[in-house]
């Protein structure tokens, strides 16, 4: 059963397709509100290079998830922020939640942004995705059975992407979590390497962690042909991110959920047993 209060919100998920944003929306479908999912390809097209689909897009709609693609810290971001904010509260938007990046600065100032937008708002700031040895750059690095990446010792406490997914999907619909800033991360700090290791453990592979440079590291995503806004991201992310101040862990899943966060190692069990890990030679 739904409730009227659900069938006249209208939320619009920006990234409906990404590994957040998808989540979101079906987390929110399934509980009877109602959805407009953001992407280009969408019925109603959204696409954060093209200003004139937001006005259709935010026609009509009561909140917004705010993820932007590819990331807060890339040049210009801000500037897109707030343009975008200005856009919803023109169309009457009420409230928006906001995926940022823990321990970006660029983060920071978009979140400032958003917090000055006049809209209700609340930020899901969070560690590295856990999802991204799965859904992201290293799936594949994962499935060769080698992992070649920098800072290999520095801890990271990897945050499970259906914890952002629950704290955000509470956030569009309860208007509790207005005004609050939930850092989310896993339980623990793990260093890539142990993370690799614990892949290797769940899917019962060999899969080895290479440590290398940033310049090694950037010619390999070069080889691999990934974008080159991906690969200014990750060389981003590994040469100033991921220095080790953002090892500690934070509460944020257990002030909006009331429960502790996903472990990795949960992850890694889930995941291989889906068979995304297994190479297709086998």
């Given at each position: 059963?739904?409730n009227?209060?659900?069938?006249?919100?209208?939320?619009?998920?920006?990234?409906?397709?990404?590994?957040t944003?998808?989540?979101?929306a079906?987390l929110?479908?399934?509980?009877g509100?109602?959805?407009?999912?953001?992407?280009r390809?969408?019925?109603?097209?959204?696409?954060?290079?093209?200003?004139?689909?937001?006005?259709?897009?935010?026609?009509?709609?009561?909140?917004?998830?705010?993820?932007?693609?590819?990331?807060?810290?890339?040049?210009?971001?801000?500037?897109?922020?707030?343009?975008?904010?200005?856009?919803?509260?023109?169309?009457?938007?009420?409230?928006?939640?906001?995926?940022?990046g823990?321990?970006?600065?660029?983060?920071?100032?978009?979140?400032?942004i958003?917090?000055?937008?006049?809209l209700?708002?609340?930020?899901?700031?969070c560690s590295?995705f856990a999802?991204?040895f799965?859904?992201g750059?290293?799936?594949?690095?994962?499935?060769?059975g080698?992992?070649?990446?920098?800072?290999?010792?520095?801890?990271?406490?990897f945050?499970?992407?259906?914890?952002?997914?629950?704290?955000?999907?509470?956030?569009?619909?309860d208007?509790?979590?207005?005004?609050?800033?939930?850092?989310?991360?896993?339980?623990?700090?793990?260093?890539?390497?142990?993370?690799?290791?614990?892949i290797?453990?769940?899917?019962?592979?060999d899969?080895?962690?290479?440590?290398?440079?940033?310049?090694?590291?950037?010619a390999?995503?070069?080889?691999?042909?990934?974008?080159?806004?991906?690969?200014?991201?990750?060389?981003?992310?590994?040469?100033?991110?991921?220095?080790?101040?953002?090892?500690?862990?934070?509460d944020?899943?257990?002030?909006?959920?009331?429960?502790?966060?996903?472990?990795?190692?949960?992850?890694a069990?889930?995941?291989a047993a889906?068979?995304?890990?297994?190479?297709?030679?086998?």
């Amino acid at each position: 059963m739904t409730n009227n209060a659900s069938d006249q919100q209208l939320s619009l998920i920006t990234g409906a397709t990404g590994k957040t944003g998808g989540r979101v929306a079906a987390l929110l479908e399934a509980g009877g509100h109602r959805v407009r999912r953001g992407s280009r390809t969408a019925a109603i097209p959204f696409d954060w290079t093209d200003r004139d689909t937001w006005a259709p897009a935010l026609t009509g709609v009561d909140s917004v998830y705010l993820a932007f693609q590819p990331d807060l810290a890339v040049p210009g971001a801000p500037d897109v922020i707030r343009a975008f904010t200005a856009a919803a509260r023109a169309a009457g938007v009420g409230s928006v939640v906001l995926l940022s990046g823990r321990g970006e600065p660029e983060a920071l100032e978009c979140e400032a942004i958003v917090r000055d937008s006049g809209l209700r708002w609340t930020i899901v700031r969070c560690s590295f995705f856990a999802h991204n040895f799965s859904e992201g750059a290293f799936l594949d690095d994962v499935l060769a059975g080698t992992v070649a990446l920098p800072n290999g010792e520095v801890g990271e406490p990897f945050v499970h992407v259906d914890d952002i997914a629950e704290v955000a999907a509470a956030a569009l619909t309860d208007p509790r979590h207005a005004g609050e800033l939930y850092e989310l991360t896993g339980p623990r700090a793990l260093t890539f390497a142990e993370a690799v290791g614990e892949i290797a453990e769940a899917t019962g592979r060999d899969i080895a962690f290479v440590p290398v440079t940033r310049p090694e590291f950037v010619a390999a995503l070069t080889e691999y042909q990934l974008p080159q806004d991906v690969i200014t991201l990750l060389d981003y992310l590994f040469g100033t991110v991921l220095d080790g101040r953002n090892t500690p862990t934070a509460d944020g899943v257990q002030r909006a959920l009331g429960r502790a966060p996903r472990d990795f190692a949960r992850y890694a069990k889930e995941t291989a047993a889906t068979g995304v890990w297994t190479p297709l030679d086998n």
